[in-house]
């Protein structure tokens, strides 16, 4: 299996991807068995170990040139850096990732790269990436100075463009000529490039998204509407057979008023002590749903805390008051 850069591995296809692109840039990135996660985290790595023991420390880090990664932060319109000799940035998105990452940075960990021992210029993590995706899926890249790079050890080439068209349709059949190579006669001798676009990124996203709501929504309203209802089932049998009780009462002169409050406080502690469990199962449920959907990004996270809190509200307010007026109908004294 030979290995080539993304445009001539095409090219074996008797493909020209850059016949479809208006615009585009090549790069390469690099990788050592010399520099993994344990070498970059430095002296902070028992640390780290003890709190994260299943990280993979011997994973080899990305490296990539600071011009390079500086023609990837234009085509998106990121954040260029520059850098001084002998230094080095961590870019990252993943939040667990950042924070750990950041752990050495503030301790000014150094790193050796190609025999050149470099020095962080931030404290921190900066935010930045080179995949194109909907998440925020990386955990690191070395950003070194150009002439810190040893050619011999490319890791990855990647070809990142803009079609030559905007048409759904030209994008969709260019995309679908491409997936066609995979019955290529020398598909066996050469890689065919994996491709990641804008089109695909998108609509793998909305289809995810439809799916989970579609699952969140009908298992929330299932269990949601199922434990008011069991709640307010269990409050009318109370009511049913606390009726007996209320008539004691009323012939001992508590007047009609003083019985509906009683229902009402009883009722709503009922209610109450249902909720307030619910809440405090939920903060734990959240607290593990942020690291799983922290890849996703959590910008939003509180706005549909927010919502669902409204919305667990109206649900149990409504079976509330339906309960409590429904209880008072049976506690009523008949004339």
């Known amino acids: 299996m030979k290995n080539k850069d993304v445009i001539e591995a095409f090219k074996m296809f008797d493909f020209d991807i850059t016949d479809y692109l208006k615009e585009y840039i090549e790069i390469n990135t690099y990788a050592t068995k010399e520099l993994t996660l344990n070498e970059t985290l430095g002296k902070k790595l028992d640390t780290i170990r003890t709190s994260f023991p299943h990280l993979l420390y011997d994973t080899k880090e990305t490296i990539i040139k600071v011009s390079d990664y500086n023609k990837i932060a234009r085509f998106y319109g990121n954040k260029e850096f520059s850098l001084n000799d002998l230094e080095y940035i961590i870019v990252a998105d993943f939040e667990s990732m950042v924070e750990i990452r950041n752990m050495a ?5 150094e790193i ?12 921190n993590c900066q935010e930045g990436f080179i995949d194109m995706s909907s998440q925020h899926i990386n955990t690191g890249i070395i950003v070194v100075p150009d002439d810190v790079i040893d050619e011999s050890y490319i890791y990855q080439n990647y070809l990142i463009g803009n079609y030559n068209t905007t048409d759904k349709h030209e994008i969709i059949n260019i995309e679908n000529t491409i997936n066609e190579l995979s019955g290529h006669p020398k598909r066996n001798e050469y890689l065919i490039p994996s491709i990641s676009t804008k089109l695909s990124i998108t609509e793998a996203t909305i289809g995810l998204a439809a799916m989970v709501t579609f699952i969140g929504l009908y298992l929330g309203v299932i ?10 089932l269990k409050e009318l049998s109370e009511s049913s057979d606390n009726k007996y009780r209320f008539k004691i009462l009323r012939k001992i002169g508590v007047d009609e008023s003083m019985l509906n409050k009683a229902l009402f406080k009883e009722i709503i502690i009922f209610f109450l002590l249902h909720l307030v469990l619910a809440v405090i199962h939920s903060i734990f449920g959240i607290i593990f749903a942020i690291k799983i959907l922290e890849v996703f990004g959590s910008n939003e996270l509180l706005s549909s ?3 669902t809190l409204i919305f667990i509200i109206l ?7 339906i309960i409590y007026y429904c209880s008072k109908n049976i506690i009523k004294e008949r004339r």
Do not use: C, D, H, R
């Open 223 to 232: 269990f949601l509407t199922s434990s008011a209802a069991i709640i307010g």
């Open 315 to 321: 649900i149990y307010g409504g079976y509330f008051l």
């Open 112 to 123: 050796k790269i190609f025999g050149k021992v470099l020095k962080p210029k931030f404290s």
């Open 305 to 307: 805390v927010m919502m």
């Open 105 to 109: 940075l503030e301790n000014q960990e």
